[in-house]
Nanobody, 128 residues
């Protein structure tokens, strides 16, 4: 399985970015898709996610109301997006997408160990 995150860049505070994550290499019936981020010198943290069912969403408190996670499914390829609005300098980090084929149908968890596929990160830098 290959995961490719894209869409990062350098923006100013208040701007928007849309990150994308494309998964390929096997067919998934359903997966949970999440985004984590890691700022320099800090631990990786959960940002947002969507469950296998597509009915449950989860966001870390600092991004609620600003970020929106979505996912498109077809049998051959899964694409997910993280729409980030009203960006702040504290959102600066490398963003990673991850998939879980093992998690429960309506579950989204912030535990990175629950996600069995990870992509390369994409860097988001927000200047003040």
């Amino acid at each position: 399985v290959q995961l490719q995150a894209s869409g990062g860049g350098l923006v100013q505070a208040g701007d928007s970015l849309r990150l994308s994550c494309a998964a390929s290499g096997r067919s998934f019936i359903r997966v949970a898709m999440v985004w984590f981020r890691q700022a320099p010198g800090k631990e990786r943290e959960f940002v947002a996610g969507i469950s296998k069912s597509g009915r449950k969403f989860a966001y870390t408190d600092s991004v609620k109301g600003r970020f929106t996670v979505s996912r498109d499914n077809d049998n051959a390829k899964i694409t997910g997006h993280l729409q980030m609005n009203s960006l702040k300098p504290e959102d600066t980090a490398t963003y990673y997408c991850a998939l879980s084929s093992i998690i429960g149908w309506d579950s989204v968890t912030s535990r990175s160990s629950e996600y069995d596929y990870w992509g390369e990160g994409t860097l988001v830098t927000v200047s003040s």
